[in-house]
């Protein structure tokens, strides 16, 4: 586990840079997240994803996974792997602050 | 009035809640199962049918059969659940009344939903052995296959038994070493997990065990298309593997109907369940056991065995008006065939992990190691299935609930 800071204010991260404590996550601190993970600027659609898997997440208590993001975003896989190139549910998780997608048992 | 049980699905888990149920409320219950056809399908057989090892004849029995008398049994498909009404509408027209419902209707492929994967090439070089078909046509081709790459892909989780194509894998290592043209081929392992498995200790283990064997590992790569022709899995980040011959577990769903009932399902028509009590999170009259659910453990028949005490626990208690019981665990247990007439064993729930050790207890078979004993195991099983599992006895030794001694814990 580590502190980092995003718009001046300290968080927890897991070993993955997972969010421990998605309480703590602000719209402010999600272009300083996801310029970590190389996604510069921080586009509409980007955000499309992004506050439908904080959504998702406050209301299921989990992220979805790539294949429901495809389902039920309004946004296809290819574009969610042209927003989110290395991995959407992953990636878009670690911007959302949300924990990683238990999708794989 | 007898409360009436209507049971949608004839397999692993809607035949052992029957017959447990018949058990535990004799006459004071009108219990019926429904599924679409009479052919009940010994899953973990379909492993073994490419390799010619097993047929699928062999591992097929009329579900009517497997229901103790006293259960009804009705051959038609579902078309809908009408969860307010207490009622389902069969596909032929018939409606049945309940008063509990029990779903129990395992999951369905969906192969059509990957790109090209059931375009030009599809059983011809593309094959899935999740299916009796599938299963005996990749018989055929991979007696005539004795040189070239072959690619076995997970599209994506969740998958049932999650560690059936890491079998594949050991076995076709296996087989190909006894024909003898092993050096020839080629196998790589493509997943869209980061590991070989799901669990990280064990998925630790099965990378070395690939790599002992000379099996590549491909991770995190999600399937976007396939390239029957041009032999090319393609991701969705625009990776490629090359395959002469690919054996692909496709993607996933819950029963159709499960779609078509309104409140009953998620987006992939899998039904939320309570993980613990097992009640349907759309009523408290209903149950879901088996793949169907959308619990977060794997989709197994052990996990199925271990959940139908609990079920059939709740059941009755909710019909006698009493508080549900958090009886299950998240249990699953899981042979790993690995070739060479020895196999693996993995034990583990909702809050352990598989490790190291011993089962069910500290003398008993080797956890996460290799041994002629697991493999036994694993053939013996066959025979504990059609004459143990499915009448809803409890096998000795075994318990619902993950037995901790024996297990070589580690701290985290």
């Known amino acids: ?105 | 009035m007898a409360p009436r049980i209507v049971i949608l699905g004839g397999g692993t888990g809607g035949t052992l809640t029957a017959n447990r149920l018949l058990r535990r409320l004799g006459p004071d219950a009108v219990i019926t199962v429904v599924d679409q056809d009479n052919r009940h399908l010994y899953q973990p057989g379909l492993l073994f049918v490419p390799f010619g090892l097993t047929r699928v004849e062999d591992i097929v029995r009329p579900r009517r059969l497997q229901l103790h008398e006293g259960v009804q049994f009705v051959e038609a498909p579902v078309d809908r659940v009408e969860i307010a009404d207490q009622r389902v509408h069969l596909g032929d027209g018939t409606v049945l009344d309940y008063d509990v419902l029990v779903v129990a209707s395992g999951a369905i492929l969906t192969p059509e939903e990957t790109e090209g994967l059931t375009g030009p090439g599809w059983m011809e070089k593309m094959f899935t052995f999740y299916t009796p078909e599938g299963a005996a046509a990749l018989h055929e081709a991979l007696a005539a296959f004795d040189h070239g790459r072959l690619v076995v892909n997970v599209v994506d989780m969740p998958i049932k038994c999650p560690v059936a194509p890491l079998e594949f894998c050991f076995l076709a290592d296996w087989y190909f070493t006894e024909r003898g043209v092993r050096d020839r081929v080629d196998i790589t392992y493509v997943t869209p997990l980061d590991g070989a498995f799901t669990r990280p200790v064990a998925s630790e283990h099965l990378r070395g065990m690939l790599g002992d064997r000379d099996i590549e590992l491909v991770t995190e790569f999600n399937t976007g298309k396939v390239d029957g022709p041009g032999g090319l899995l393609v991701s969705y980040d625009e990776r490629e593997v090359e395959f002469d011959l690919a054996v692909v577990v496709p993607l996933h769903s819950g029963a159709a109907f499960v779609g078509r009932s309104e409140g009953l399902g998620d987006e992939l028509d899998f039904v939320p369940t309570d993980e613990r009590t097992l009640q349907a999170k759309a009523a408290p009259n209903i149950f879901v056991i088996g793949d169907a659910a959308n619990v977060p453990t794997s989709k197994a028949g052990s996990v199925t065995h271990f959940e139908g005490e609990t079920v059939v626990d709740n059941i009755a208690r909710h019909l006698a008006g009493e508080p549900l019981i958090d009886g299950f665990d998240g249990h699953a247990n899981c042979f790993i065939e690995t070739g060479f007439h020895k196999a693996l064993l993995i034990d583990f729930n909702y809050d352990h992990e598989p490790v190291t050790g011993h089962y069910p207890g500290r003398v008993g078979m080797p956890l996460l190691k290799e041994s002629r004993l697991n493999h036994l195991g694993k053939l013996l099983f066959e025979s504990v299935y059609w004459h143990g599992l499915l009448p809803g006895r409890d096998i000795p030794g075994i318990s619902a609930s993950m037995p901790l001694t024996g297990r070589h814990e580690r701290s985290e």
């Open chain 1, 1 to 105: 586990m580590t502190t980092a800071t995003f718009a001046a204010t300290d968080v927890e991260l897991n070993d993955e840079g997972f969010f421990v404590h998605p309480e703590q996550w602000t719209e402010e601190m999600a272009s300083e997240l996801a310029r970590r993970e190389g996604i510069d600027p921080l586009t509409d659609a980007h955000w499309k994803v992004i506050r439908f898997m904080r959504a998702e997440y406050e209301a299921k208590g989990t992220g979805p996974t790539v294949r429901v993001l495809g389902k039920t975003s309004g946004v296809s896989v290819k574009e969610l792997y042209q927003l989110f190139p290395k991995g959407p549910a992953k990636v878009a998780a670690k911007i959302a602050g949300i924990p990683k997608p238990r999708g794989c048992i």
